[in-house]
T-cell receptor, first 117, second 112 residues
Framework: AQSVAQPEDQVNVAEGNPLTVKCTYS??????LFWYVQYPNRGLQFLLK??????LVKGSYGFEAEFNKSQTSFHLKKPSALVSDSALYFC???????????????FGKGTKLSVIP | KAGVTQTPRYLIKTRGQQVTLSCSPI?????VSWYQQTPGQGLQFLFE???????NKGNFPGRFSGRQFSNSRSEMNVSTLELGDSALYLC???????????FGPGTRLTVL
């Protein structure tokens, strides 16, 4: 079974400082990894994904994520946080094991990011 | 290009009633998935559909059902509503099953 862990319920960072939101995963096969962001009373908005290739993935709004196979991690990063980045962030994994039969996403519990002016 | 649309956006029902939620995917997308989001359980997978066929179903009781139409639009139905069914129901579409899923704004269901 696939699973995702986001060890921090909340991350606080000062505006202008770098931010990191942590994610670790567990799958049987090769992982497809995703980050989504959710603003209050809204659906999930796609930020970036890792399928294969370069371990550093660049996405929307200046976000990037680093895939680390040995540590089974996919941490979300941004060099300089904005107040408008304050939101709920979800990491998700899809197990691309051959014959898995399903393409469902398994999500972490979410991390609330607060950027302090 | 229009995004995923879900109707209605808000719904209030009482226990024992049934409800139908609708999802229109992004044009050209043939796969639709549904998720339930609650504060306690987070985001949980309900169903996935591709070309009118249910490909997989999550661990939910039989009161939860869904379908997909030939135009890729999808509906989900919950019968005999319980208080615990109060949640944000999110629909996501993708061009194919393995592609990136794009989410709609959700339907907020409140069961009284």
């Amino acid at each position: 079974a696939q699973s995702v862990a986001q060890p921090e319920d909340q991350v606080n960072v000062a505006e202008g400082n770098p931010l990191t939101v942590k994610c670790t995963y567990s799958v049987s096969g090769n992982p497809y990894l995703f980050w989504y962001v959710q603003y209050p009373n809204r659906g999930l908005q796609f930020l970036l994904k890792y399928i294969t290739g370069d371990n550093l993935v660049k996405g929307s709004y200046g976000f990037e994520a680093e895939f680390n196979k040995s540590q089974t991690s996919f941490h979300l990063k941004k060099p300089s946080a904005l107040v408008s980045d304050s939101a709920l962030y979800f990491c998700a994994v899809r197990d691309m094991r051959s014959g898995a039969g399903s393409y469902q996403l398994t999500f972490g519990k979410g991390t609330k990011l607060s950027v302090i002016p | 290009k229009a995004g995923v649309t879900q109707t209605p956006r808000y719904l209030i029902k009482t226990r024992g009633q049934q409800v139908t939620l609708s999802c229109s995917p992004i044009s050209g997308h043939r796969s639709v998935s549904w998720y339930q989001q609650t504060p306690g359980q987070g985001l949980q997978f309900l169903f996935e559909y591709f070309s009118e066929t249910q490909r997989n179903k999550g661990n939910f009781p039989g009161r939860f059902s869904g379908r997909q139409f030939s135009n890729s639009r999808s509906e989900m139905n919950v019968s005999t509503l319980e208080l615990g069914d109060s949640a944000l129901y999110l629909c996501a579409s993708s061009r194919r099953l393995a592609d990136t899923q794009y989410f709609g704004p959700g339907t907020r269901l409140t069961v009284l």
